[in-house]
């Protein structure tokens, strides 16, 4: 059977920010796990993400984080793992024991400040909760949002140049 005859046709990209938290690039998958290599390890054998590039370092409060990330066609995957303080939002819905990685947030890309400013606003309006959020000056901004009725948090990023470079060079398994 020959892919192409059966490629999905699919609608065009259609963003509008401020206007549905959906309504941003959605263009992340990220899993929080305790057990950073025997992730890395997992998701090479048997989901066919072989390559990461990683991003570790001491949190502001003093805990320690471990982020990697690759893509896989239009899809970045990213897994974390942290320990101590500062490190909580990534360690929701993890055993104490045993290995785990489950599901922690589908990430959304916001390209321009104008829409940045419109998912702030609508953060505002809906009353959402902001669990946790970085700033590092040339790199990126980002916000993880409480959704408890879906069972995992958003995350939206606006990169900076850093970010992007970050971002763009990341394996494409």
Known sequence: MDQAENALNRPAQNYAPGDGLARNDHFQIAFNTNDMD?????????????????LAGPTASGGKIRMEIGWAGGVMYELIWGEGPGTEVFRVGLPESGF???????????????GWDAVLAELERGGQKIVHQ?????????????????????????????????????PSN
């Open 38 to 54: 025997k992730a890395v390890a997992l998701f090479a054998a048997r989901y066919g993400i072989k390559e990461f590039r990683q």
């Open 100 to 114: 785990a990685i489950r599901p922690h947030h589908l990430g959304y890309h916001v390209p321009t400040q104008a």
């Open 134 to 170: 970085t700033h590092v000056p040339g790199f990126l901004r980002a916000i993880i949002v409480e959704q408890p009725e879906l069972g995992i948090f958003l995350e939206y990023i606006f990169p900076e140049a850093g970010g992007i470079q970050f971002f763009e060079t990341a």
